[in-house]
């Protein structure tokens, strides 16, 4: 069964930075995209960033582009979303999502929140 | 990016009588591998997204057989054949053929 924990989660100040971390298992974590999905407060989901098996190739919605960058470490089955330059509309519930078969999706974990205020 | 439109966004259910949401993407969500990637997700209230249906009519495993997915092209259906309580919260559709993959806004179902 697909465990994603994240983690890493806070309250910062508009501008500041902030790295999510998300401890996978229950799956072969190296052979596997994986996602950020976010949920503002009372709102809908939204895709953020995808990341290859193998770290080679990245992508990220629009509005996060240039300040968002996703990584990941193999060896320690860790997913990460450095997150600089924060804004207010950043604020939401940060899910790490395992993509277990070809575009197949789980949310193996409930989230962690970020909420970025002065 | 594809907009994913959802109807209704608000779904009185009845127990023990048939519901159905309609999902509406802007492009066809036909891929090139020949599949089409549209996912159905449940959401309860304080819990994350589970999967439920995906490559449009492939029902998840331990998902009850109450819940169908049916559609092609641009259109999109989740037929849920007897409400029970259980069923509660609020549905997503969610297109995984174009890049940013997005979601519809949401259907919530209240008994």
């Known amino acids: 069964q697909v465990q994603l924990v994240e983690s890493g989660g806070d309250v910062v100040q508009p501008g500041r930075s902030l790295r999510l971390s998300c401890a996978a298992s229950?799956?072969?974590?190296?052979?596997?995209?994986m996602h950020w999905v976010r949920q503002a407060p009372g709102q809908g989901l939204e895709w953020v960033a995808v990341i290859s098996y193998d770290g080679s190739y990245k992508d990220y919605v629009d509005s996060v582009k240039g300040r968002f960058t996703i990584s990941r470490d193999n060896s320690k089955s860790t997913l990460f979303l450095q997150m600089n330059s924060l804004r207010a509309e950043d604020t939401a519930l940060y899910y790490c999502v395992g993509e277990v078969g070809p575009k197949k999706f789980d949310f193996g974990g409930q989230g962690t929140r970020v909420t970025v205020s002065s | 990016d594809v907009v994913m439109t959802q109807s209704p966004l608000s779904l009185p259910g009845t127990l023990g009588q048939p519901a159905s949401i309609s999902c509406r993407s802007s492009?066809?969500?036909?891929?090139?591998?020949?599949?089409?990637?549209l996912t159905w997700f449940h959401q309860r209230p304080g819990q994350s997204p589970r999967r439920l249906i995906y490559?449009?009519?492939n029902r998840d495993s331990g998902v009850p057989d109450r819940f169908t997915g049916s559609g092609s092209g641009t259109d999109f259906t989740l037929k849920i054949s007897r409400v029970e309580a259980e069923d509660v919260g609020v549905y997503y559709c969610m297109q995984g053929s174009h890049w940013p993959y997005t979601f519809g806004q949401g259907t919530k179902l209240e008994i």
């Open positions: 229950g799956f072969t974590f190296s052979n596997h995209a």
């Open positions: 490559k449009v009519s």
């Open positions: 492009q066809s969500l036909l891929y090139s591998d020949g599949n089409t990637y």
